[in-house]
């Protein structure tokens, strides 16, 4: 188990308003996000990720729910995963994928494919219906060593992992694909290509985000082991 370092005291932090939650009904949600005039340098988003925060366009933020601590950070140390019969299927599936790295994510291709992928997967959800605006704030606003991970079948975009390099690992801040291509599960193969590419770079992890028992959305993280869960201040390794 790893202690956390504290936040600096000179970072000011703001906390919305109850409102209520995206993944648990009939509970409310409040967030703490950074200050949105400071700048989010890659050793800030580093720092602040082995907080348990997260990346939401050009903020940072993490839940501060004064009576619900469901949503967990969590995170898989890539040097010694191995994947599964089932994650090897999907792996294999998707071989004839090329993927290219951008800094910047340019054209109204990956706009389309992002609206699609709303639309078909997220309906219910809040960022429904998509629009460019929308858009422009959530994916193509970036941080210093934010990526934008381009998955192609011969000419076409079919996903786009939206990712960022810290200093100890790839923060997977965000994946969309083609929802009629649902038999290559392009989330989960997404997760595998990060994972290699992280091992790639010589880093230790690659943070997932949060997790919430019980909660659909959620549930395919608990399914890559080992995986290290941040509880009361400590990262702890679930094997």
Not at 54 to 83: F, M, T, W
Not at 206 to 211: K, N
Not at 228 to 233: A, F, I, N, P, Y
Request: proline share 3%; charged share 25%.
């Amino acid at each position: 188990m790893n202690s956390k370092p504290k936040v600096s005291d000179t970072i000011r932090l703001f906390r919305t308003s109850d409102h209520p939650c995206s993944y648990k009904a009939q509970e409310t949600a409040a967030t703490v996000f950074v200050d949105p005039e400071l700048t989010i340098d890659q050793k800030l988003n580093t720092r602040l990720s082995e907080l348990g925060y997260r990346r939401s366009g050009a903020h940072l933020y993490r839940p501060d729910c004064e009576n619900c601590h469901a949503c967990i950070s969590c995170r898989l140390p890539v040097q010694n995963y191995k994947r599964n019969k089932r994650f090897q299927r999907i792996w294999n599936r998707n071989t004839d994928l090329r993927v290219i790295e951008h800094s910047s994510l340019e054209g109204e291709e990956a706009f389309l494919l992002y609206q699609s992928y709303i639309e078909k997967r997220h309906s219910d959800g809040d960022m429904y219906p998509a629009t460019a605006e929308q858009f422009d704030a959530f994916i193509r606003s970036s941080v210093e060593g934010g990526r934008y991970y381009c998955f192609y079948l011969e000419q076409k975009l079919i996903a786009v992992a939206v990712s960022d390099i810290l200093a100890s690992g790839l923060s997977a801040v965000y994946t969309f694909f083609d929802p009629a291509q649902e038999k290559r599960s392009l989330g989960n193969y997404a997760i595998l290509w990060q994972i290699e590419q992280a091992r790639a770079l010589g880093m230790d992890y690659l943070y997932l985000g949060y997790w919430i028992k019980g909660c659909a959305k959620m549930e395919y993280k608990i399914a890559y082991r080992p995986l290290e869960m941040l509880v009361e201040g400590k990262w702890i390794l679930l094997n």
